[in-house]
């Protein structure tokens, strides 16, 4: 069979079935968006109202943030194609010091993306050692511990946020062995924040190093404090400032491409790691780095998220739980329980992904459709992401379209 016509793998592995068929079909997945008007979407001749977005803060759209690009694009040209070992443009050393100042973190480094942090990281830290990863952790994290255990690492997996079945494993491990435990921070499907204290308690009494991947909760969860304008506390400065954590064995990742609407990403690290990972990990010897506009937009958004952040929260607050509370209204199931703006509604039975989203579609609502294998069978659903630049017309526009949802489809039913 020429390779023109498909490989052996790719024709034969089952597993991507049915999501190559909903791509095929077009409409759900893979659209073209012709044009955005706010947090509305063209996708042919539809205007849908956006809910797949995790531009959380709106930062994709704010004036003040778009309008810092073009000063930085003159000043550094469009891309600074230098590999970050060979060359920095000032402005990167200005994001780290102002994102360790934000995080309260020992140093920071920043990276691409998560994916090249992952892919790289978890193998400099794993060594010839062990490598705990949570049941539940995104793909992305797996794919790096895959590459750890294919550098000499042992690989063990433990039960989602399940701290027991954690600390029975690593008791067990050789004495003097190396020990990463990598979990996600705020999960992107259920939207909820693991027992990081736990953990972190565990981790310390045992030796491991705990590698915690919170992309979705930088930028919206924060310190808490005095005039907190949401339960979501100040500052959005992640999870570990969020639960009153230290840093101590703690080895902290972000990204800017969700809450900061920008292509770069960061690990808060010791001074010492931050050194070595710069002569050891490839994205920083090899990978082109982001491009200039943003390395501008996330320096505008640090200004953005100073001076407007905590009330643009707290309307992400608001907005969120207008949605929340109209799904616990109807009794629907999702696994929120945080409250924050990530709302899974599984399906009773995921055969009927397909229906459910096409109604939604029709009725304007544009969803991320969690199919399988994106998630596990028992957890095919779609996944809600409210930003606070959906607007309440549109809020109630998905509100109204979920009663009739509920009405037409097997949705899974809170327990009374
Ligand atoms: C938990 C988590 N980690 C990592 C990533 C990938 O991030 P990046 O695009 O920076 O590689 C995502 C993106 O969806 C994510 O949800």
Redesign the pocket.
Known sequence: MPFSQGSDSTRTDARWGDLERLRAQGGLYDAVIEEIDGRRIRIGDSWLADFASCNYLGFDLDPEIMDSIAAQVSRWGTHPSWSRLLGNPRIYIDIEDRLTELLGAPDTLVLP???HIHSSVITLLAGQGHVLVDAQA?K?IYDGCSIARGNGATLHRFRANDVEHLEDQLRVLPAGSSRLVCI?GVN?MTGNLPDLSAMARVCREYDALLYV?D??GFGIVGERGPGETSPYGLRGNSIVQHLGETYDNIVLVG?F?KSYSSLL?FLALPTWLKNHLKVAAPPYLYSGPSPTASLATVMAGFDVNESRGDQIRADLYRKTMKVLDHVHALGLETPNTSNLPIIEIPLEDGRDIEDVARFLLSHGIYVTVAAYPLVAKDQVGFRIQVTAANTDEELDQLNATLTELAERFEVRRKAA
């Open positions: 993306t998560i994916t995104h992305t996600d992107s991947d992309a979705h990204g491409s990403a």
